[in-house]
């Protein structure tokens, strides 16, 4: 059974950072890019950071809103996906999933990132 989970959601203030991670069971993330959505209160979920497969040469692309402050890695042999976040803004305040991109079906439970002074 395919499963994410994700982790390293917390209370911040701006301007702070924070790393996610999302562990994968079940499914081998070798095989597939990888990215990190989140979904703010009264919002859709979107898209923030995507990383292509190691043999693609781990390409990553972001969303404008986090351009320059939010960093995705990968590391295949843990099965497991970063998102390195810093600079945070109130407007980063979501519930942070992973998922495959394009995604699947299956949504793990997320983490909360409240950034807040």
């Known amino acids: 059974q395919v499963q994410f989970v994700e982790s390293g959601g917390a209370l911040v203030q701006p301007g702070g950072s924070l790393r996610l991670s999302c562990a994968a069971s079940?499914?081998?993330?070798?095989?597939?890019?990888m990215g990190w959505y989140r979904q703010a209160p009264g919002k859709q979920r979107e898209l923030v950071a995507t990383?292509?497969?190691?043999?693609?040469?781990?390409?990553?692309s972001f969303a404008d809103s986090v351009k320059g402050r939010f960093t995705i890695s990968r590391d295949d042999a843990k099965n497991t996906v970063y998102l390195q976040m810093n600079s945070l803004r109130p407007e980063d305040t979501a519930v942070y999933y992973c998922?495959?991109?394009?995604?699947?079906?299956?949504w793990g439970r997320g983490t909360q990132v409240t950034v807040s002074s």
């Open positions: 079940g499914y081998i993330v070798t095989f597939s890019a």
């Open positions: 998922n495959t991109q394009p995604s699947s079906t299956i």
């Open positions: 990383i292509s497969q190691k043999s693609r040469g781990s390409y990553t």
